[in-house]
């Protein structure tokens, strides 16, 4: 059998400069496609937790707001990892306003997702929200189809 060849979504080896963000979603969709294992135990077993991280990266110009579930804002870097958790906050993009307008413009990082920042997973305090990498993973197996 030969190697696999993996282009687009399913592609995670990367080089160190790009962006290998949930490189979970890609390794588990093709561990169920090439080798028929479950989608979730993958996910649920899977025992590097560093391909659960997710990077965000803003311009100069702009910045990244997390805020806790107790309402609270902090700035953080305008690259930084996270993943997605039951337990988190919010991250949210802030870019300046656009030419003859006042207000600055504010995007969620991740809809409808909490979110944990952590540049490394060592340091994560909260737990992983498995269910949204086996969904992402799923929709990636349905894709292929």
């Known amino acids: 059998m030969g190697k696999a060849k ?8 990367k080089e160190w400069h790009q962006d290998s963000s949930a490189s979970i979603v890609a390794k588990a969709a093709e561990q169920h496609l ?3 294992k479950d989608v979730e135990q993958t996910i649920r077993n899977w025992p590097d937790k560093m391909d659960f991280m997710i990077r965000a990266k803003v ?5 990244l707001i997390y805020v806790d579930d107790e309402g609270r804002q902090r700035q953080v870097e305008n690259i930084m ?3 997605i958790s039951p337990e988190g906050g ?55 189809k």
């Open 6 to 13: 993996r282009k687009g979504a399913f592609e995670y080896d």
């Open 34 to 36: 090439i080798y028929g």
């Open 59 to 63: 311009p100069r110009s702009s910045k």
């Open 81 to 83: 990892r996270y993943y």
């Open 90 to 144: 919010t991250l949210l993009k802030v870019m300046p306003p656009l030419k003859g307008k006042t207000d600055n413009r504010w995007f969620d990082v991740q809809k409808d997702q909490k979110v944990c920042c952590c540049n490394d997973i060592t340091h994560a305090t909260l737990p992983i929200d498995y269910g949204y990498y086996i969904r992402e993973a799923e929709k990636l197996c349905l894709r292929s």
